[in-house]
């Protein structure tokens, strides 16, 4: 049961990664944007390692107070939903 979930978490780090630098890219050419909800969207639903490692190496939302504080509110909330799925109701 552990190897879907980390496969999961991989396929949505790679989508999160992937997201960050096509809004990387548009910032930079002054298009139109990836919204935060959807990037925040994307944390909540395990794609945070792959957001945080696309902060780190493409330099992107990396300043904004007010999304940084969303980005790690969405981790929380991550791990808080993967420790009920363990916990509470045994899967994983």
């Known amino acids: 049961m552990v190897i879907p979930v980390i496969a999961y978490y991989a396929v949505m780090s790679v989508l999160a990664y992937v997201t960050y630098a096509v809004d990387k890219k548009a910032a930079i050419h002054r298009r139109r944007r990836?919204?935060?909800?959807?990037?925040?969207?994307?944390?909540?639903?395990?794609?945070?390692?792959?957001?945080?490692?696309?902060?780190?190496?493409?330099?992107?939302?990396?300043r904004k107070t007010a999304f940084l504080v969303g980005f790690w509110?969405?981790?929380v909330l991550n791990l808080a939903c993967v420790w009920w799925?363990?916990?509470?109701?045994?899967i994983i």
């Open 34 to 62: 990836v919204r935060e909800r959807t990037l925040h969207l994307l944390g909540v639903l395990g794609g945070w390692p792959g957001a945080l490692l696309a902060q780190q190496q493409l330099r992107h939302k990396t």
């Open 85 to 90: 799925l363990i916990f509470q109701l045994g």
């Open 73 to 75: 509110l969405s981790v």
